[in-house]
Structures are given as structure tokens and as C-alpha cells.
């Protein structure tokens, strides 16, 4: 009954925040940006942290334990890597995340594209999200400088650290610092290699060119044993995605993460150039859902934990995709959304695992 009346609660919030800021931008003919109501939301959540426990504080499914790689994940819902504002890690911790990931850290500071470049679409009745950020963020060294002490590592669950690039050296130099400072102070993490970043030296993102993505591993393996998950995006061939699996096989501790931001142009998103800066962006949410789960069928032959990111809003995806043989749950559309997504289905996993041992 408190996730059905939050989330309600939420979403009502969340829809007058967001269409006040519209009518403001209109009022005062600037471009429609969601962004500023991102930045809202964000900051509201800090104030609100003294009600947490009334309402933010979820238990995890209980009987639920999954060890992937020496990896405790006390629920299988995971943080997608797209967010680094720390109190809404914290908060989605706190509704029963069963693990997180940090959004893509690239080795310099980055602006990332102009403004407008996020926001709300629907399309056939399905709301969603499109991005073109392009990875804007603090860069390695000040990551670097708090991650060690970082409030989330108190929840005890695992953290992955989503690792970016322009080259394969950018990958390299980053994951070493980040071992320089982590690897004798926390052991709770793994690391994601998000390979549909901008460009490698041959004008390639690492997720076009399989021989690139086994360099790039066998260069880590030779002296990283944590885990690694590699984030294939849905706009992968058929064909790239197997030679992308079967360089996955050949090496250690490694999960694979079906999914990212699907890319649409601007036009098939019906955008004007004024209120989305770049001629296309990424599509997130529920019509990615189809996708992930052939994606998660082709890969489900390999030995290798799946985590499945792309549309999971519910129970009734997260059922469709672990019987297809995926493991882990990322989500990113549907914790903006609503996040009471993940108490509720907490709640059905557990209910599940009753019905089960019962
Ligand atoms: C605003 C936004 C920013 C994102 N930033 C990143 C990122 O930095 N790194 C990454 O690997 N994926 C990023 N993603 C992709 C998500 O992690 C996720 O793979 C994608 O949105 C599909 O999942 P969803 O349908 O649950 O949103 C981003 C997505 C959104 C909506």
C-alpha cells in the first residue's frame, strides 16, 4: 500500500515539476529542456533525506542471495550506469537496489554536447527518455579523489564503476588509477567497459571491433582479476554481438550487460533542432524491451552471467528475460520514472520465492 501511494505520489510530483519548467521555458521562449528538472528533482531528494526511512527505506527480497564471481547481489535489481548525482545512488539504494553502477567515467573532464540534449518522448504510447549527454562528467583524477569514501559503499552492496574512452589507452589509464586507489581499501566492486563510447584510433567504438575488446581485456588481465561486465548496445549486429560473446569467454571473471540507449534520429523522435541539439540521440525505456530480450537469447548459450538493461520496468519483464537466461536486471528509464518500481518488485521476487518454498 506505501509503494502504491508514493508512486502514485511520485509520479504526480514528477509531472507538475516537469510541465511548470516546460510552461517557464515557453513563457520565456527557451528551447524545452528537461534537464533543469532533472537538476530539480535531484536536489529535492536531498531534502527530503530526513523523512528516508518513511519514504525511501525498502527491504530486499529476503531469501534472495546471488553470487556472481564472489559478487553478493541481495536483489537482482541493478542501477544502470547513467546517474552521478550521489543522493539519488543513495535513495535507489535505499528503495532495494540489489547493486549499482557509476555513470561512464572518462579519463578528462567533459562538457558533453550543447544543450537542449535531454528529453521525455513517447513513442506508440510507450514514455520513455532521449539522451545525447555525451558523457559529460568530472573526469578520472576527482573520481578518483572520493571514490575510496564514497557514503554508497555503506549499503554493502556491489558498486560497478563504468569505465569510457576515446582510445584503449583512455580504458587502461583509467581502470589503473582507479585500482590505485580502490584495490586495497575496497574489494565490493567490479569494473564496466562501456564500449559504444565516441572513438578509438580507427574511427570504431570498442563495440564494433571484437579484436579491439580482446586487446583491451587480455591488457587488463594481465595483472586485474576483479570483475568485469562489458555493456554491449542493442544497436549491435547480430553477428558483432556473437564475436563480442565469444571474446567474453575467453576470458576470466566476466559478465556480459545486454543494453544501452538505442539510437533514434531526431526526426523519427518527431524533435525540432531548437529542443534537441544533435541531429540523434539514444532511446531508453520500455521500447527497448523487445531488443534486450533476443539479445539475451543470443548470448544465453555462453557460460557467463547476463545482466539485462533495456525497458525493465516490472515483474513480468524481469520473469521474461531470466528465463531467457539473464541473471541481473539494470535499469535506468524506469528509476526517473518511477522508482517505487523497485520496491514493488522486490516485493513480487519475494512473494515469488514464498510461493516456491511453500
Ligand atoms: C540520461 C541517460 C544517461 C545515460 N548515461 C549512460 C552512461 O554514462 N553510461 C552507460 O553505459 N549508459 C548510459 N545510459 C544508458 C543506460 O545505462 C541504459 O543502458 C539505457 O538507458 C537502457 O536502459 P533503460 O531502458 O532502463 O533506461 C544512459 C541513459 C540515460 C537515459
Not at 81 to 90: C, E, P, T, V, Y
Not at 220 to 241: F, G, Q, Y
Request: hydrophobic share 40%.
Amino acid at each position: 500500500m506505501r509503494v502504491k501511494i508514493f508512486s502514485i505520489l511520485y509520479r504526480s510530483i514528477r509531472s507538475i515539476i516537469t510541465n511548470v519548467i516546460y510552461l517557464y521555458q515557453r513563457i520565456f521562449f527557451l528551447p524545452k529542456d528537461l534537464e533543469p528538472a532533472v537538476k530539480f528533482g535531484d536536489k529535492a531528494l536531498g531534502h527530503f533525506s530526513l523523512l528516508r526511512g518513511l519514504f525511501y527505506e525498502f527491504p530486499l527480497p529476503v531469501a534472495y542471495s546471488l553470487d556472481i564471481h564472489g559478487l553478493i547481489f541481495r536483489s537482482p535489481l541493478i542501477g544502470a550506469s547513467f546517474k552521478s548525482d550521489k543522493m539519488a545512488l543513495d535513495t535507489w539504494l535505499h528503495m532495494g537496489l540489489g547493486g549499482l553502477i557509476f555513470k561512464t567515467i572518462m579519463r578528462d573532464v567533459r562538457e558533453g554536447n550543447p544543450r537542449p540534449r535531454l528529453q521525455d518522448v513517447a513513442l506508440d504510447g510507450d514514455r520513455g527518455l532521449v539522451n545525447a549527454l555525451g558523457l559529460p562528467g568530472e573526469g578520472i583524477e576527482d573520481f578518483i579523489g572520493y571514490l575510496p569514501r564514497s557514503g554508497l559503499w555503506s549499503h554493502g552492496r556491489p558498486l560497478g564503476i563504468s569505465i569510457g574512452g576515446d582510445h584503449i589507452e583512455d580504458y587502461i589509464y583509467s581502470i589503473r588509477s582507479i585500482e590505485s586507489v580502490l584495490s586495497d581499501e575496497r574489494s565490493n566492486y567490479f569494473y564496466e567497459l562501456n564500449i559504444s563510447c565516441p572513438n578509438t584510433e580507427n574511427g570504431l567504438t570498442i563495440g564494433d571491433d571484437p579484436e579491439k575488446l580482446n586487446d583491451l581485456l587480455s591488457n587488463i588481465r594481465e595483472d586485474i582479476s576483479k570483475v568485469i561486465s562489458v555493456k554491449i548496445s542493442p544497436d549491435t549486429s547480430n553477428k558483432i554481438l556473437n564475436e563480442i560473446g565469444e571474446v567474453c569467454s575467453s576470458h576470466q571473471w566476466m559478465i556480459i550487460n545486454t543494453g544501452n540507449t538505442q539510437f533514434r534520429t531526431r526526426e523519427e523522435l518527431g524533435l525540432s533542432k531548437i529542443n534537441f541539439s544533435i541531429n540523434g540521440g539514444g532511446l531508453s525505456g520500455p521500447a527497448l524491451f523487445t531488443r534486450t530480450l533476443e539479445m539475451v537469447k543470443a548470448l544465453s548459450g555462453l557460460d557467463i552471467p547476463i545482466m539485462a538493461t533495456g525497458g525493465v520496468s516490472n515483474l513480468s519483464h524481469v520473469n521474461a528475460l531470466q528465463n531467457a537466461g539473464a541473471s541481473l536486471f539494470g535499469m535506468a528509464t524506469s528509476l526517473v520514472l518511477d522508482p517505487y518500481c523497485v520496491p514493488r518488485i522486490n516485493r513480487q521476487l519475494k512473494e515469488n520465492v514464498y510461493d516456491r518454498t511453500n
